[in-house]
């Protein structure tokens, strides 16, 4: 792995978050990051830190997004 790949890993799936209409779940930073459960609440929260993302209001589903 490249020295920064990480750190483009989070940026581009902040870009992506921000993009969406539909909110990205924890499940969907898992598949995208390719990481633990765990690790995927840790980047939501650091990106969350970083630009103050909100949670997606989901009628249909019990599963928060963002």
């Known amino acids: 792995m490249a020295r920064g ?3 483009k890993k989070i940026l581009n799936l902040a870009k992506n978050m ?3 209409t ?4 924890i499940q ?3 598949d995208e990051c390719d990481v633990s459960r765990r690790t995927a ?3 939501k929260d650091i990106i969350n ?3 103050e993302v909100e949670e997606v209001p989901n009628y249909e589903s019990k599963i928060k997004k963002w």
């Open 22 to 25: 539909t909110g990205y779940s």
């Open 5 to 7: 790949d990480d750190i």
């Open 28 to 30: 969907d930073i898992q």
């Open 41 to 43: 609440m840790r980047i």
């Open 49 to 51: 830190d970083v630009f």
């Open 18 to 20: 921000r993009g969406s």
